[in-house]
């Protein structure tokens, strides 16, 4: 079937002359004559019967309805043109896998971790977008996104990676040597995720304690920050050991009580279901469940994947 669309050439034209406002720097430009851009844009109105710039004195104004049009177009002209210098840089061979991530993940997790993958598939590229990007899979260039929950979203698949296995960290100072009975942590601020503002009340129910005064205290957006801030002094922090094994190690953070706990939240890899086949994202998933059963060994059930 032919598809109902106009000339590259005169989009382009358009999409040009609509940035410089201007028919002349347009055709600079595109190395043509002026003439020609004015003739590509007069034959791309034709087409759609709707006028899409005012000739002024001054220059040219886009109407209401070139306005829309080139918004909606220039999406679509950078797409066929990142998939062309992608093409061309691979040779059709890997390509791109656009993700977000979440930041003190990917900076303490992912990252250190990412060059055994490019090691082992040179010819995929891994790009990170912008992290606000990832809750949002109606973006097309978007592949797959790490988040950070209980690993169920309507239309997206996703495979747990790490992040359930969480301690009671503080300051060594704070609690020199530790507590010996949960009921002990409630004789000092609790911090807090705000994503994960239950955490504290599930471990506390876990372990067999009152919950009552489990959501009192600081809260903090990032668990870079809350590292910092349990580091410091403020109080108790409960933290996915994933993220503190260099403070651990450094001993600028300690264990506030040897308590296995599991927490219902981690963080997952998450793709659209109309990507799940897509190439890139199946060799860096296959790669990723690898490597996270080898940080975080984890009952069966926890990982599920729609990807065949």
């Not at 669309?5 to 347009?26: G, I, K, M, W």
């Not at 709707?50 to 002209?77: C, D, H, M, N, P």
């Not at 309507?154 to 060594?172: H, N």
Request: proline share 6%; glycine share 8%; aromatic share 8%.
């Amino acid at each position: 079937m032919r598809r109902f669309c106009p000339s590259l050439t005169d989009l382009q034209a358009f999409e040009v002359a609509a940035r410089h406002s201007s028919f002349t720097r347009a055709a600079q430009e595109l190395c043509v004559t002026q003439g020609a851009v004015s003739k590509q844009v007069k034959h791309l109105e034709e087409f759609v019967g709707i006028e899409l710039f005012l000739r002024i004195r001054q220059g040219l104004v886009l109407t209401e309805a070139g306005r829309s049009y080139l918004t909606k177009i220039q999406a679509g002209l950078g797409q066929i043109e990142a998939a062309t210098v992608e093409l061309i840089a691979h040779q059709g061979q890997g390509g791109t896998l656009n993700l977000t991530c979440m930041p003190t993940f990917g900076a303490r997790w992912l990252i250190p971790r990412l060059t055994a993958f490019m090691r082992l598939r040179p010819d995929i590229h891994v790009e990170f977008l912008p992290h606000r990007q990832g809750y949002d899979f109606s973006t097309p260039e978007l592949d797959a996104a790490v988040r950070f929950g209980e690993g169920i979203w309507p239309g997206s698949g996703a495979d747990y990676i790490v992040g359930r296995e969480i301690l009671p960290v503080c300051s060594p100072r704070l609690i020199p040597g530790g507590c010996t009975s949960p009921v002990d942590l409630l004789a000092y601020p609790l911090l807090h995720h705000t994503s994960a503002l239950e955490g504290w009340r599930d471990w506390f129910e876990q372990a067999g304690c009152d919950t009552r005064r489990s959501l009192e205290g600081a809260r903090f957006d990032q668990y870079a920050l809350l590292s910092q801030a349990a580091a410091a002094g403020f109080g108790v922090a409960l933290i996915p050991r994933c993220l503190i094994e260099d403070e651990l190690r450094d001993g600028k953070l300690a264990v506030a009580i040897q308590l296995p706990i599991r927490a219902r939240m981690g963080y997952y890899l998450c793709y659209p279901e109309q990507k799940a086949n897509l190439p890139t994202l199946q060799a860096f998933r296959t790669w990723l469940m690898e490597v996270s059963r080898a940080a975080e060994p984890q009952p069966q059930e926890e990982a599920h994947s729609d990807l065949k």
